[in-house]
């Protein structure tokens, strides 16, 4: 009799791909015609098929427990107010940004487009936006450093405290993102993209590339360098929906100047 | 409270207190973080989906504290939180259809399967011998099959340099974990 162990470690790696939906439909119909043909091994793949279908799902009476959890949950949400959804977050707080900087900005516009602006000012004012930073809003007592100015939104104090206390290791790197941000946010594009660049090339954030690059694209089109911020641009993995829409309405208006042009 | 006594807290008790002082705890900055950097301004609904998606998030995490799958944090508990429900987001949208928050639907087997209690079997022996492997596998497993976080964020929360690796890695913790419960030696088939 041959044992589940008498399973080769290729055809369990073949049935691993298939329970990750990795398998092409012609290795599965090979794998199947395989087993099909050899009883014994069938019984070895067999238990080994158990191990996806059910040694790495959820015991039973957890889905009785998850609804009945579920149900507790919901009745706590219903007793408490809503999120607030402040203005500092994207829909309102873009709304809100727009708003003032448009009542800010109208005059300097104004007087920009009569000297024969930057064709890329007004990219800026349209694409740029406050990230908001992820372990932000966490309670008063969050030490009080560059990461409360950025949330703040003082920008020009955010961008080198933050650089200098991930410089000194007092900050995870991570924070050169938001340092980069308000860089940008306060007329500093070359130290922007001197930090973002480095943060990008570390590897250690895939789940922030998105964002490096969103607002690396901006510090290049500050810097004039259009062909590099649509490089980067067109680099985004899109794994963020939100940023994912930006990139794209921001290409299609470096293609709209490209076309102008 | 901190992380770990939150942590300790969902092990060691049955009740929900201790769920409904991390539902407190963490749903602003969650939602927020949800409405803010993963579902669009599109969305219909949005701030509900928001807060379901974080409930279903903390579901996940406590079935995996309680069940042991999940004992040391790496991580922040909100980054837990907010990396779960944001995979839980993405395959709202690549499924393309109504909320279903239940396990994936498995594919049809490859072979005729074993008994429902042999299988029964062998849920609880993997689930016991998952304890046995070193932590950095058992996270590693836990993770992917019970967490449903991609690649890039177990890349992230454990280390390694990129999803290709953390990928690798756990082909070599399965490879493990069989052997452990039996299931394959290091052979090679012709």
């Known amino acids: 009799m041959i044992l589940p162990a ?3 470690d290729d055809w369990a790696a073949e049935i691993e791909a298939y329970y990750a939906g990795e398998l092409s439909p012609e290795s599965e119909r090979d794998l199947r015609d395989r087993l099909n043909g050899d009883p014994a091994l069938a019984a070895a793949a067999a238990q080994h098929e158990a191990l996806y279908r059910r040694g790495l799902q959820p015991e039973r009476p957890t889905l009785v427990e998850r609804e009945r959890l579920r149900e507790s949950l919901r009745s706590l949400e ?13 829909p309102r707080r873009m709304r809100l940004w727009l708003a003032i900087a448009a009542s800010l900005l109208l005059p300097v516009l104004l007087w920009l487009f009569l000297a024969r602006p930057d064709p890329n000012a007004g990219l800026m004012a349209d694409h740029f936006f406050w990230l908001p930073r992820q372990d932000a809003l966490l309670g008063p007592d969050e030490e009080r450093d560059g990461r409360t100015l950025y949330d703040v939104r003082d920008y020009e104090a955010a961008y080198p405290s933050l650089r200098d206390s991930v410089a000194a290791g007092s900050l995870d790197s991570v924070n050169l993102l938001y340092a980069g941000v308000a860089a940008i946010g306060s007329g ?5 993209r001197e930090m973002l660049t480095n943060l990008l090339d570390t590897g250690r954030y895939p789940l922030e590339e998105d964002a490096i690059r969103y607002y690396l694209a901006l510090a290049e089109l500050m810097l004039g360098q259009d062909t590099a911020a649509e490089a980067q641009l067109r680099a985004m993995t899109g794994q963020d929906p939100e940023l994912s829409v930006r990139a794209d309405r921001l290409l299609q208006k470096l293609r709209e100047g490209e076309g102008e042009s | 409270m901190s992380d770990e006594a939150l942590l300790t807290a969902l092990q060691e008790s049955g009740d929900d207190a201790g769920i409904h002082v991390i539902y407190r705890k963490y749903r602003e900055p969650c939602v927020r973080f949800l409405l803010g950097r993963v579902i669009p301004p599109e969305e219909t609904n949005r701030h509900e989906l928001a807060v ?7 579901i996940i995490l406590v079935e995996n504290v309680r069940s042991g799958r999940l004992t040391v944090l790496t991580a922040r508990l909100d980054t837990y939180l907010n990396a779960v429900a944001r995979n839980l987001y993405r395959k709202m949208k690549r499924r393309k259809r109504e909320i279903c928050w239940e396990p994936d639907e498995l594919p049809e087997p490859l072979v005729e399967p074993v008994s429902e209690a042999e299988a029964e079997e062998i849920r609880r022996e993997v689930h016991q011998k998952m304890r046995e492997l070193g932590p950095r596998c058992r996270q590693l497993l836990a993770y992917f099959y019970f967490l449903h976080l991609d690649w890039a964020t177990i890349a992230e929360l454990l280390g390694y340099k990129n999803a290709a690796s953390a990928k690798t890695n756990k082909s070599k913790c399965m490879v493990r974990l069989r052997a452990l419960y039996g299931v394959s030696p290091p052979t090679k088939s012709k």
């Open chain 1, 6 to 8: 008498d399973l080769p």
């Open chain 1, 78 to 90: 219903r007793e408490l107010p809503p999120v607030a959804v402040k203005a500092n977050e994207p």
């Open chain 1, 188 to 192: 500093h594009p070359a130290e922007a």
């Open chain 2, 52 to 58: 379901e998606l974080f409930t279903e998030s903390l």
